[in-house]
């Protein structure tokens, strides 16, 4: 008997394996037709559009740049003179000294004449303690606006420049991200252009900068970096940009919206209490939690997204960094799919409730620990003798073949839409990437991510308890500051 | 997985019963088993005896373990237990022959079976594999004993199911995968090839446009034959979708960039080539985008002559239809007032209302514009938009009219409204910024206090000041505090030194409205 429920729990995983890699296929495949949908009436749109008119149109809404800075004090100056000098008639560009303990905050008080004002701080959205806000006595400098606060983390320096912005959008960046001079103009785009949603975020696409010639604050040569690892994450990055996102922004379902380049509808972000600074995933938490307000409070919205390469920003190309990246990336994909669990499966919040949202939590949360079963599900067949080569290596082929066409169709489509890899030999090393990823990149990062499951468990960073707990409503952050304010 | 649970349980059970059966392996071939019987010498209860037609076998005969006794036809021996008795005579040739007794009873072959299997599976006996190993080569041995393993053919149907599954999925994905790629290289393909021919004819269009341009003048040009236009641009390349659209690309570009007779010798080129046919036509189409660049066309070549087939496009389903053909119209109508924008049922988008500001500021300068049609408009975003038209084209002359309607106007917009005066300057509507200082929508409130800063009076700040008391929300209250402190600023500070020990904010909030790098922010 022991014989059979051994044998029939083998039969059963393997279906289960087998209906997870036609599932796997469907989805990319599905994903694949509905970018290139999207794609396609991106550019057909963009052919009748003129940005030329937004700069100083009086109709164009104002923009907020947040870049927290924390030891940036080697680039900070020429980080801030290239956000200033963007081609936008109505912004200002906020920097949030998150503690440094180097000199970022002389050096800004030195190159822009800045002074202390007498800022009223409001702790809307609850923060770390501020020291002080500055403005230049320089009118030149008349939109910088720099302030420095203890040291709180990204979200938390987030925050406090949302209680300190002005303007109706909000543009949450890096501040190392090198912007191409009409960004502001291309990501606002979609906030006026809508009339029937409310559109509460729009997420932008990020380009590779390491190995490329930068001039003036714009890339002017494009080149694939060198190391094995920079040109895959170049080909990652297509994969996820111009074949992920815009897929899921055809349908409406965008749950991520990149934390180095987002815009953000500021009088949403306030309502549902700005970032949550217990996860390490802040930038996809929001995002979700905006969405998840949205739905509770029955209001018809849209997240969209730019598929124009408009920042750049440099990737790590060491593996001990980028395994860094990657676990602590996990950590906070299992956070927000933790927080907001309610969402999953359930039709009140739509295409994400059904689709993005299971996406997220079997194929990127789950993924590496399946692939782990699948390889121990490979090696029990193979101890007790009920291991068929032939099924094992069709399902090895259609999955590698599966990598290589979306990973060729993400490159496929960056040259037929965009073509910034003019190069021949670009495109070589980029093809040899793809051949090569899913068996000297990818079990790195599967490893990777297996690791950022394991620190969850441990309880490494994050919140917990709270976390497991998840939130009751999108409004239950700001509750809970509320609590902990008044305790 | 929960509701995949139910699924896994059913899947389950029906597959109970088979795997169990499975579990004896008591070979069901009479060859087979007679062999393994032989190897096994004896099972308790289990006999046999051989029936032999005449003439008498000799081998088994020659065996003198069997009593034969004869009977009507052959003869027939006696009841053995011993299965080694059956010697090395091949098994196939005593299968036909040998017939199985339990207890002494003649049974069938499957009852015999079934009798040793319920005695494996209680584990009264083992089954031995065989210990000396074949008597005979092994490949006739294979031969006779076909390959049975333990658990073989446990799940054969899902086993075969899932290759021919995988094996589908492959064949699916391939098929998909190669279909795709084709599509793309043959839109790669194709979009180089289309981008040599531009080029190619674009150098071909370059001279003959320059030539008609500068060295005739426009009587000449409007004189031309058709053969006359035909040296210069011939009929085959004319029907050559991609050379017209160079051309109407170049004469569109070269528009933009000149003006006067110049203008006009192109319009007449554009016409006599019959390219604006081609713009009107592409507009009856259905794909949006080439009904989008047929208006641009006709925006672009000023071909006014279209303006009816344009207007049905204002209302049009599709966002950019509807945004080109109220531009065209704007752009071109020199008579037509602003109706079509009036009676748009579609909401006005911001990037729309900022594309026919830009439009509606330059022809306002040459002719009169009638924007009160706007106010009168069913659609809410159109009248918003005239009041932001009032505020931008600076109309003092309509506020009167703005004033009359402003009691009965939804809060978003009054809030509009509020705005429009403020930059106006409108002191005369005071009564009204104080009746919207008492709305409870935040927004309206908030604009309302802005204005107030402005064109407030002494029962502004009253209001003002009872409001700022009671106020909680700190940007408001910062709000309230600054247009007091503009409307005057002994009241301010007399407001301050009052309340400021019982309200901490109210003195952060001073010195911040007192600081002039702050008097934006």
């Known amino acids: 008997m022991y014989s059979f429920l051994f044998f029939l729990i083998l039969e059963v995983v393997g279906w289960i394996f087998l209906a997870l890699s036609f599932g796997v296929i469907l989805v990319y495949m599905t994903m694949m037709i509905l970018s290139s949908l999207e794609l396609r009436d991106y550019l057909r749109k ?72 007498s800022f009223a701080y409001n702790s809307d959205i609850e923060t770390k303690p501020v020291r002080g806000v500055y403005k230049s006595r320089n009118m030149s400098y008349r939109r910088l606006v720099v302030i420095d606060k203890e040291n709180g983390g990204k979200a938390d320096a987030l925050n406090t420049g949302i209680n300190v912005a002005s303007m109706e959008l909000l543009a949450c960046i890096d501040v190392d991200c090198i912007l191409s001079s009409d960004s502001i103009s291309r990501m606002v785009r979609p906030f006026m252009e809508e009339t029937n949603r409310k559109v509460i975020a729009v997420g932008g696409v990020i380009g590779i900068a390491n190995n490329c010639d930068v001039q003036d604050g714009t890339v002017t040569r494009y080149r694939v970096p060198e190391s094995i690892l920079g040109k895959f994450q170049v080909v990652e990055y297509f994969r996820a940009f111009l074949m992920g996102r815009m897929a899921w922004s055809r349908i409406n379902a965008l749950m991520l919206i990149s934390g180095a380049f987002g815009f953000f509808r500021a009088d949403i972000v306030r309502k549902v209490g700005g970032y949550f600074p217990k996860t390490v995933g802040e930038d996809m938490e929001l995002v979700v939690r905006m969405r998840r307000y949205m739905h509770e409070q029955g209001i018809p919205f849209k997240i969209g997204f730019v598929p124009d390469l408009l920042c750049w920003t440099e990737v790590p190309e060491s593996e001990e960094i980028l395994s860094r990246q990657r676990n602590r990336w996990m950590r906070g994909t299992i956070e927000t799919l933790q927080l907001h669990k309610q969402i999953n499966l359930n039709p009140k919040f739509g295409a994400v409730g059904m689709l993005t949202f ?93 690791k950022g499951h394991w620190d969850f468990v441990k309880g490494k960073g994050g919140w917990g308890s709270m976390i497991r707990q998840g939130f009751k409503s999108a409004e239950e952050k700001k509750a809970l500051e509320t609590e902990s304010n008044t305790q | 997985m929960r509701r995949l649970l139910p699924l896994l349980l059913i899947g389950v059970f029906s597959l109970v019963g088979k795997v169990s059966s499975q579990e004896m392996a008591v070979p069901t071939q009479k060859p087979v088993l007679i062999e393994l019987l032989r190897i096994q010498h004896e099972i ?62 003649p049974v069938a072959d499957s009852v015999a079976v079934q009798y040793i299997s319920q005695l494996v599976s209680r584990g009264d006996i083992d089954l031995p594999l065989a210990q000396d190993g074949p008597q005979e080569d092994l490949v006739s041995y294979a031969l006779k004993s076909p390959y049975a393993p333990v658990y073989g053919n446990r799940f054969s149907f899902t086993a075969d199911l899932k290759i021919f599954i995988v094996t589908g999925i492959i064949l699916t994905f391939f098929v998909f995968s190669i279909s795709m790629f084709i599509v793309m290289l043959v839109v790669k393909s194709r979009k180089s090839k289309k981008e040599a021919l531009e080029k190619e004819y674009d150098q071909m269009v370059v001279d003959p446009l320059t030539n008609l341009l500068f060295e005739k003048d426009l009587d000449e040009i409007r004189k031309m034959t058709e053969a006359d236009f035909e040296s210069f641009f011939p009929k085959h390349l004319l029907q050559d979708l991609v050379y017209r659209e160079v051309l109407i690309d170049r004469i569109i570009g070269l528009n933009k960039k ?16 019959g390219l604006a046919k081609v713009s009107v036509g592409k507009i009856k189409l259905s794909q949006w985008h080439i009904v989008a660049e047929g208006l641009v066309e006709i925006n672009e070549m000023d071909l006014f002559e279209y303006l009816p087939e344009v207007k049905n496009l204002t209302n049009s389903s599709n966002f950019q239809v509807r945004s080109l053909a109220v531009s065209a119209m704007l752009n071109l109508s020199e008579k037509s007032d602003l109706s079509f924008l009036r009676d748009q049922t579609y909401p006005l988008s911001q990037w729309q209302q900022m594309k026919y500001l830009r439009i509606i500021k330059f022809v306002s300068q040459q002719r009169s514009l009638k924007i009160e049609m706007l106010f009168e408009s069913k659609n809410k975003s159109i009248r918003i938009f005239g009041y932001k038209l009032v505020r931008i084209l600076g109309r003092i002359d309509l506020l009167e009219m703005l004033s009359s309607m402003a009691p009965n106007l939804e809060d978003e917009e009054k809030a509009e409204l509020l705005k429009t005066y403020l930059e106006l300057g409108a002191h005369m509507e005071v009564d009204f910024v104080n009746s919207c200082l008492e709305s409870k929508n935040p927004r309206l409130l908030m604009q309302a206090v802005k204005a107030a800063k402005v064109l407030g009076d002494e029962s502004t700040l009253e209001i003002l000041l009872g409001k700022v008391a009671e106020e909680r929300e700190f940007t408001t209250k910062l709000q309230i505090m600054r247009s007091i402190h503009e409307l005057d600023k002994s009241r301010f500070e007399q407001f301050i030194s009052e309340y400021g020990n019982s309200d901490s904010d109210l003195l952060r909030v001073r010195d911040h409205i007192l600081d002039p790098r702050l008097a934006n922010v």
Do not use: C
Request: net charge negative.
């Open chain 1, 46 to 117: 963009n052919q009748f559009t003129d940005y030329g008119d937004i700069i100083t149109s009086p109709i164009a809404p104002g923009v907020s740049m947040l870049a927290p800075a924390f030891n940036e004090g080697q680039t900070i100056v020429q980080n801030v003179k290239s956000l200033l000098s963007l081609h936008y008639g109505k912004f200002e560009v906020v920097i949030i000294n998150d503690g440094s303990k180097d000199d970022t905050l002389e050096k800004l008080i030195e190159s822009f004449e800045l002074e202390k004002t």
């Open chain 2, 44 to 105: 308790p209860g289990l006999g046999y005896f051989l029936l032999l037609e005449d003439p008498l076998d000799s081998t088994l005969v020659q065996n003198s373990g069997f009593k034969w006794t004869r009977y009507d036809s052959g003869w027939v021996s006696g009841i053995k237990e011993d299965f080694t008795l059956l010697g090395a005579v091949d098994s196939d040739t005593v299968s036909s022959r040998l017939n199985f007794t339990i207890l002494s009873e």
């Open chain 1, 358 to 450: 299971p996406y997220w939590t079997v194929l990127e949360k789950n993924g590496p620990i399946l692939e782990v079963l699948g390889l121990v599900y490979t090696l029990v067949l193979l101890l007790v003798g009920d291991f068929s080569a032939l099924y094992f290596f069709a399902l090895l082929v259609m999955m590698y073949l599966l990598s290589l066409l979306v990973s060729s169709f993400s490159v496929l489509y960056e040259q037929l839409a965009f073509n910034y890899y003019k190069d021949k030999k670009d495109l070589k090393k980029l093809i040899w990437t793809i051949l090569s990823e899913p068996f000297v990149i990818h079990p790195k990062v599967v490893w990777w991510g297996i």
């Open chain 2, 258 to 273: 000149m003006k006067g007779e110049f203008k006009e010798k192109l319009k007449t080129l554009y016409n006599r080539l």
